[in-house]
T-cell receptor, first 111, second 113 residues
């Protein structure tokens, strides 16, 4: 089974801090994704990557950046955290016919 | 119009009941379809892929109607453990080499004694 690991389950950060969310997958998949999930809004795509050093903006990239230096690792960066970035962040790896495998999520609170 | 639309529910049903969820999608060029299940405060997990011919996995049956652009999920003999949010998911085609899935906001199911 594909394993997607997110480094933190819960994070509390202060407004203005730079925040790094890490995601690692163990199946050499090319496509990786970052979503945020908010009540009533569902999952919204922030950024995705289809290869090392390749990235594309999703639907809500503002305030975020990403890094993909190695195939197995896809990092989401909040350049200057704000309270409206309080959310559940989900990383996913694309497994073709089986859709996505998600990490267990990081619940980020910005205070 | 949202790209993938679902009734948010909640659907409250007694154990043993049959319940059906529908989902509509806007892009007729969509290529593949899935149902995911998400438990409270957990990540979504693949429940089943949806094929044009329809497919069944135990108590769960998924159907696709391309002409009307909707997908359905039928759960027979509901169990308490089926209580969750069910996400309709559509692959609307590739961007570059990445296949990007679009998620509905989910339908919440609560099965009661």
């Amino acid at each position: 089974d594909v394993k997607v690991t997110q480094s933190s389950r819960y994070l509390v950060k202060r407004t203005g801090e730079k925040v790094f969310l890490e995601c690692v997958q163990d199946m050499d998949h090319e496509n990786m994704f970052w979503y945020r999930q908010d009540p009533g809004l569902g999952l919204r795509l922030i950024y995705f990557s289809y290869d090392v050093k390749m990235k594309e903006k999703g639907d809500i990239p503002e305030g975020y950046s990403v890094s993909r230096e190695k195939k197995e690792r896809f990092s989401l960066i909040l350049e200057s955290a704000s309270t409206n970035q309080t959310s559940m962040y989900l990383c996913a790896s694309f497994t073709g016919n089986y859709g996505y495998t998600f990490g267990s999520g990081t619940r980020l609170t910005v205070v | 119009r949202k790209e993938v639309e679902q009734d948010p529910g909640p659907f409250n049903v007694p154990e043993g009941a049959t319940v059906a969820f529908n989902c509509t999608y806007s892009n007729s060029a969509s290529q593949s379809f899935f149902w995911y299940r998400q438990d409270c405060r957990k990540e979504p997990k693949l429940l089943m892929s949806v094929y044009s011919s329809g497919n069944e996995d135990g108590r769960f049956t998924a159907q696709l109607n391309r002409a009307s652009q909707y997908i359905s999920l039928l759960i027979r003999d509901s169990k308490l453990s089926d209580s969750a949010t069910y996400l309709c998911v559509v692959n609307m085609g590739s961007t570059g080499t990445a296949s990007k899935l679009t998620f509905g906001t989910g339908t919440r199911l609560q099965v009661t004694l």
